[in-house]
């Protein structure tokens, strides 16, 4: 049975079903991936930015004999975001390939065809029967970055420690736990504003302006994910000449994950990229001794980002695809007497 679901209100046996079929899920298609624990499961399932809904539904297992509720078997929930609904679908291994995705996709669909929203977007990762799904839903490509992971343990910290020191003279670094203070937001957000065509996918929005930055780091903050920044700025000006943000998520939080590095166009070439992602590392290593591994999502395009990870010691471990389709074309798709 499918139906409307508030984490909000759920039980917390509910939620533990949900975390459940998360974790088969991990285990069967992500198997390298850390396992997700309860820590703020419920709040990263209810908190969204101001302005954007998430709306979500959850499909039973029977109940048992003695009356005893029946297990989470599938989630869906699509946020409302802009104009586009980004949907994520799970479906516990052992009930695949009985229709359930189908079913979960179209009441997520109708929804939003009826909220007026006209795509739907999904990420999809690599090398998992996602891909064979979304497609055959008619949903097609529109983005690929490649996710890559750094191994803490086999960081040569030393050799971090130099980069770290290496940045040309006129700029110094910053280390920000939870956020950039308040008096530098505004250039924060003019150093982000600065890349915003850069090629980013839809699906994970930036945010540039300082009312949205403060809304999104506090969002961070309630959904159980701690964010660190550090900034290099540019002495005589006071700008913010690069930043890169790590967030480490109470739901998975031996493995963070790497958002936006910015180095702003007058400022490249001095070895801003590198330093500041080297002494976040450095940062880390104290701020969050459960930490082993950090990832990161980057355009294959972007090959002078690729290049500085790979000295950090990332290394690339599958495609993160986004895939879209129109709302109407899919409910007919899947529902061809509507
Ligand atoms: C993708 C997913 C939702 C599919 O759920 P499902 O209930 O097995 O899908 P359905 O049974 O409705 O399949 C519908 C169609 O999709 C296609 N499909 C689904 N899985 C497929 C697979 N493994 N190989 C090939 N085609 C597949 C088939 O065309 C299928 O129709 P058919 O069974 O009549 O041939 C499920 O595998 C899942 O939860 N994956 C994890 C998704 C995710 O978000 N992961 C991120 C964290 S790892």
């Known amino acids: ?173 910053e280390f920000c736990p939870g956020g950039p203070p308040d008096e530098l937001i505004e250039a924060y957000a003019r150093a982000k504003a600065e890349v915003r065509d850069v090629g980013d996918g839809e699906l994970r929005p930036s945010s540039y302006d300082p009312q949205r930055l403060r809304d999104s780091l506090d969002t961070l903050h309630r959904r159980g994910m701690k964010p660190y920044i550090v900034l290099a700025l540019h002495e005589q000006t006071g700008e913010v000449a690069g930043l890169t943000e790590v967030v480490v998520p109470a739901q998975h939080p031996t493995r963070a994950d790497q958002y936006d590095t910015i180095v702003v166009q007058d400022h490249r070439g001095y070895g801003i990229d590198r330093a500041i992602k080297a002494r976040m590392l450095l940062e880390l290593r104290s701020a969050e001794p459960e930490l082993v591994e950090v990832q990161t999502w980057n355009a294959q395009a972007n090959e002078a980002m690729l290049k500085v990870n790979a000295e950090l010691g990332y290394r690339p471990d599958r495609e993160w695809c986004e895939y879209s389709v129109d709302v109407a074309e899919l409910v007919h798709r899947l529902d061809p007497t509507r």
Request: proline share 6%.
């Open 1 to 173: 049975m499918v139906r409307e679901w508030d984490p909000r209100t759920a039980s917390s046996d509910e939620i533990g079903s949900v975390l459940e079929t998360l974790n088969a899920v991990l285990a069967a298609d992500l198997p390298q991936d850390p396992p997700w624990r309860e820590g703020s499961l419920r709040e990263y399932l209810s908190e969204v930015m101001p302005g954007e809904r998430r709306i979500s539904w959850v499909a039973e297992g029977s109940p048992d004999p003695d009356g005893t509720p029946g297990r989470i078997l599938g989630h869906v929930h699509v946020l409302l975001l802009g104009d586009i609904g980004v949907l994520e679908v799970l479906v516990h291994p052992s009930v695949r390939r009985t229709g359930l995705g189908r079913q979960l996709v179209l009441t997520a669909a109708r929804r939003v065809y009826q909220e007026g929203f006209r795509s739907i977007g999904v990420e999809v990762v690599g090398d998992t029967p996602a891909v064979a799904f979304y497609e055959s839903l008619g949903f097609a490509r529109e983005y690929v970055e490649t996710r890559s992971v750094l191994d803490l343990t086999s960081v040569d910290w030393p050799a971090l420690t130099e980069m770290a020191g290496g940045v040309g003279a006129g700029y110094h670094l």
